[in-house]
């Protein structure tokens, strides 16, 4: 246990900047899913809303420092391959 005032205060806001990156991975998982879900379902206006909602959630995450740049532009991309493979109908 730190003893030290300055210490004491590192990690808690270490840990509160650890939950703050929590939060945005964890509703780019959850976007993901609804992304892969729309897809499945093969409505296109759902499609382009996930879509559209998680590439801006990604941004967000790199902007904040919560991912990388290149992880972003990895899960940007994953997105943009999820959201093409709706199967013609």
């Known amino acids: 246990m730190a003893n030290i005032k300055s210490q004491i205060k590192r990690n808690s806001r ?3 900047e650890r939950f703050e990156n929590r939060h945005y991975t964890s509703q780019i998982k959850t976007y993901f899913r609804r992304l892969e879900t729309a ?3 093969g409505d296109a ?3 382009d809303a996930e879509h559209k909602k998680l590439v801006s959630l990604i941004d967000k995450a790199v902007k904040r420092g919560a991912l ?3 992880t972003g532009a990895r899960k940007k991309s994953r997105a943009e ?3 093409r493979a709706v199967p013609v109908a």
């Open 68 to 70: 990388h740049a290149n």
């Open 14 to 16: 270490s840990q509160r």
């Open 45 to 47: 206006d759902v499609i």
């Open 39 to 41: 897809v499945t379902a």
């Open 81 to 83: 391959r999820i959201r």
